[in-house]
């Protein structure tokens, strides 16, 4: 028996088993005079199994009730599973609804704006493609790697809203087949950029990793998600999608070098996403990528922090001087209200 709050599915078998009291016979007589085993009779009387039209016509044999009523018992059995099952499954995810950010969601287009729930509940499966909302929890659904500050019940959701955001847009952007060799090989120039202004740093890196199997998104920052940035596989590319939170140089270089730290150290793609682990040597291999660690000791050392000589260091590096204050401020050198001038600030176009 199946029951939602509208439908009750009651097995053909409930019938049967009344005929059967009714008769004062037993199930072993019974599968006996049907030809079936008394397992298969059980199953039946349980629902466990399909009441087959084959079925139908032994039972008019046996019982006297024409096999038409019990074809017709059978189907109203499954279409109320259906419905049953159906609602039992909107509810659920009603419920779950609520925990998204729907209304920032709509705000940015990524999908209709309603207050009905069940229509927000269409609307969110039509958006990330599933029959349930509950198989968002599923291992093979979501595999992402990514950058962001907290972890909640709420934020784990608003992450896979925007990285399905991030995955609906990279469909239309061309990549070479996956070549993580030449991204490697590719950070260099990329490390370049930093000193560039985002109008024409954008393109640029876009078209660098496109050439490498990579498709760059930019997108805005949803509420919830703590997120900076998120890398994972589609199909024949690899995704990276860049939040426009906190647009300071350091924190957009540093998370955009931690995602493709994500997928030059294997962790993209992987079944149980990435672990503590796997973030912390992001970090690290990102870190040494925008400013060598024997460079950083030997500028550390000197202990000459003023802006004259972060100007001489980044320049010498060849990076953004917001890159090594940020850098100085994380590793405690310089409190985080000092030298933040030097820290461009990036608008991101979206």
């Not at 925990?99 to 990524?110: D, I, N, R, T, V």
């Not at 509420?223 to 998120?230: E, H, I, R, V």
């Not at 401020?329 to 990036?346: C, P, R, T, V």
Request: charged letters at 25%; one cysteine or more.
């Amino acid at each position: 028996m199946v029951r939602s709050r509208s439908y009750i599915a009651t097995p053909p078998g409930a019938t049967v088993k009344e005929q059967l009291n009714d008769r004062g016979m037993s199930q072993k007589e019974f599968a006996a005079r049907m030809d079936m085993s008394e397992k298969h009779i059980s199953k039946l009387i349980n629902g466990d199994v399909q009441l087959t039209p084959e079925t139908a016509v032994r039972l008019e044999m046996v019982l006297g009730i024409p096999a038409k009523f019990w074809n017709h018992l059978e189907a109203t059995y499954r279409e109320k599973i259906i419905k049953a099952e159906a609602e039992n499954a909107m509810d659920a995810d009603v419920e779950m609804a609520k925990q998204f950010p729907y209304s920032e969601m709509a705000k940015f287009g990524w999908v209709p704006e309603t207050r009905e729930a069940k229509e927000k509940v269409v609307n969110l499966r039509k958006y990330f493609e599933v029959v349930e909302l509950s198989l968002l929890g599923s291992e093979q659904i979501t595999r992402i790697a990514c950058r962001r500050l907290a972890i909640t019940e709420k934020s784990d959701l608003a992450l896979m809203a925007w990285a399905q955001e991030a995955k609906i847009q990279a469909r239309d952007i061309q990549t070479a087949p996956i070549n993580i060799k030449r991204l490697i090989s590719a950070m260099s120039e990329i490390r370049k950029m930093t000193v560039l202004k985002p109008n024409e740093f954008c393109p640029k890196i876009k078209e660098c990793l496109a050439n490498c199997g990579v498709a760059l998104v930019f997108l805005p920052h949803l509420k919830g998600s703590f997120l900076q940035g998120a890398s994972f596989l589609d199909g024949n590319k690899i995704v990276v999608g860049l939040t426009a939170r906190g647009k300071d140089a350091d924190k957009f270089w540093f998370s955009l070098f931690h995602e493709l730290a994500h997928i030059a150290l294997g962790h993209v793609g992987q079944l149980n996403g990435t672990s503590e682990d796997d973030e912390r040597t992001a970090n690290k291999w990102s870190g040494d990528m925008l400013i060598a660690s024997k460079d950083f000791e030997t500028f550390r050392r000197n202990r000459d922090y003023s802006e004259r000589n972060v100007l001489r260091f980044a320049k010498a590096q060849g990076i953004a001087p917001g890159i090594v204050v940020g850098r100085m401020q994380l590793e405690g050198m310089i409190q985080y209200s000092m030298l933040n001038h030097l820290k461009e600030k990036y608008e991101i176009m979206i």
